[in-house]
């Protein structure tokens, strides 16, 4: 494994802990959750008597929310192992390629997802030039899909420590 | 150990009263009582992680799909914790309930989270010995 490694570095070991694994699956769980009271605070705040103006979320400001979520379930329901084409006892029945058009099925709808936030900051809030308490609201949907992206991102790290962790754990 | 068993149950059921009391406080201070939905948060945070724990098979290394159990229910774990915090911030910022109130609820929330967990952590720990 020692021989295998690519990069000067290498990991530090409180990375391949179950403690690190665990806090950060924990960690994406909470940031996902952020992401999705960020966007219903900004669809409650746009029902309440502090909004003064007249533009509401829709349900087009839930839209890209909803794809980003979609294409994080996507990434991350595919199993990791059948990735690489090295193991070739998978190869052969083609679950390797499989796996990487589901995996950029995922990526393209979390993509999709953050491109749509900003879509709809700027066609609803920026081009109009909706005034500041207003703004908020598209200022959130972007913050929402961002936070999407960072928790599948942390997620997807952590399930890449399991291999070794099962490894230690078998022996 | 029983001695120490039973301090620590004293303080932490003393410690779950204070933040029944925040919370109810927070609620029935202002006459809105939505911050009563932080303690139905925090009481079913663990109930994820619990049932995902008896659905997985921690023996089988084979297949990991019972670390993505496991891995499931602290991802909803941790959704619930976030929530807890988040809906009084939520309330307030729209409004629904006062400041005051927010901070209550979000003290008193972490107190009743912080007694269940440690709760299980007693638990699991007289288990092994």
């Given at each position: 494994?020692?021989?295998?490694?690519?990069?000067?570095?290498?990991?530090?070991?409180?990375?391949?802990?179950?403690?690190?694994?665990?806090?950060g699956v924990?960690?994406a769980g909470?940031?996902f959750?952020?992401?999705?009271?960020?966007?219903?605070?900004?669809?409650?705040?746009?029902?309440?008597?502090?909004?003064?103006?007249?533009?509401?979320?829709?349900?087009?400001?839930?839209?890209?929310?909803i794809f980003s979520s979609l294409g994080m379930l996507i990434i991350n329901s595919v199993e990791k192992a059948r990735l690489s084409?090295?193991?070739?006892?998978y190869?052969?029945?083609?679950v390797a390629w499989k796996a990487r058009v589901v995996l950029f099925l995922g990526f393209a709808a979390l993509a999709?997802g953050?491109?749509?936030?900003?879509?709809?900051?700027?066609?609803?809030?920026?081009?109009?030039?909706?005034?500041?308490?207003?703004?908020?609201?598209?200022?959130?949907?972007?913050?929402?899909?961002?936070?999407v992206g960072?928790s599948s991102v942390v997620l997807w790290v952590s399930q890449n420590?399991e291999d070794?962790?099962?490894?230690?754990?078998?022996? | 150990?029983?001695?120490?068993?039973?301090?620590?149950?004293?303080?932490?059921?003393?410690?779950?009263?204070?933040?029944?009391?925040?919370?109810?406080?927070?609620?029935?201070?202002?006459?809105?009582?939505?911050?009563?939905?932080?303690?139905?948060?925090?009481?079913?945070?663990?109930?994820p992680?619990?049932?995902c724990?008896?659905c997985a098979?921690?023996?089988?290394?084979?297949e990991s799909s019972g670390a993505a159990v496991l891995d499931l229910g602290r991802f909803c774990?941790?959704f619930?914790?976030?929530?807890?915090?988040?809906?009084?911030?939520?309330?307030?910022?729209?409004?629904?309930?006062?400041?005051?109130?927010?901070?209550?609820?979000?003290?008193?929330?972490?107190?009743?989270?912080?007694?269940?967990?440690?709760?299980?952590?007693?638990?699991?720990?007289?288990?092994?010995?």
């Amino acid at each position: 494994m020692e021989d295998e490694r690519l990069w000067k570095f290498s990991k530090p070991d409180w990375l391949n802990s179950v403690w690190a694994r665990n806090a950060g699956v924990y960690a994406a769980g909470g940031l996902f959750s952020a992401a999705f009271y960020v966007l219903l605070d900004s669809a409650v705040w746009s029902k309440s008597p502090s909004n003064g103006s007249d533009v509401h979320i829709t349900f087009v400001d839930w839209l890209p929310f909803i794809f980003s979520s979609l294409g994080m379930l996507i990434i991350n329901s595919v199993e990791k192992a059948r990735l690489s084409a090295d193991s070739f006892s998978y190869s052969g029945s083609g679950v390797a390629w499989k796996a990487r058009v589901v995996l950029f099925l995922g990526f393209a709808a979390l993509a999709g997802g953050m491109a749509g936030g900003v879509t709809v900051f700027v066609l609803k809030f920026a081009v109009p030039g909706v005034k500041w308490p207003g703004m908020n609201m598209g200022v959130e949907n972007v913050v929402a899909n961002a936070l999407v992206g960072l928790s599948s991102v942390v997620l997807w790290v952590s399930q890449n420590m399991e291999d070794e962790y099962a490894y230690n754990l078998a022996l | 150990m029983p001695q120490a068993g039973l301090k620590t149950i004293i303080a932490l059921s003393f410690v779950l009263a204070v933040g029944f009391l925040l919370v109810i406080l927070s609620c029935a201070l202002w006459k809105a009582y939505y911050p009563l939905l932080v303690v139905a948060t925090y009481v079913l945070a663990p109930v994820p992680n619990w049932i995902c724990s008896h659905c997985a098979n921690p023996d089988d290394f084979v297949e990991s799909s019972g670390a993505a159990v496991l891995d499931l229910g602290r991802f909803c774990t941790g959704f619930l914790v976030v929530m807890g915090l988040a809906l009084p911030v939520i309330l307030a910022h729209s409004q629904i309930i006062e400041v005051p109130a927010m901070i209550m609820s979000v003290i008193g929330g972490l107190l009743i989270y912080g007694t269940i967990i440690s709760f299980a952590m007693f638990f699991q720990e007289e288990q092994e010995f």
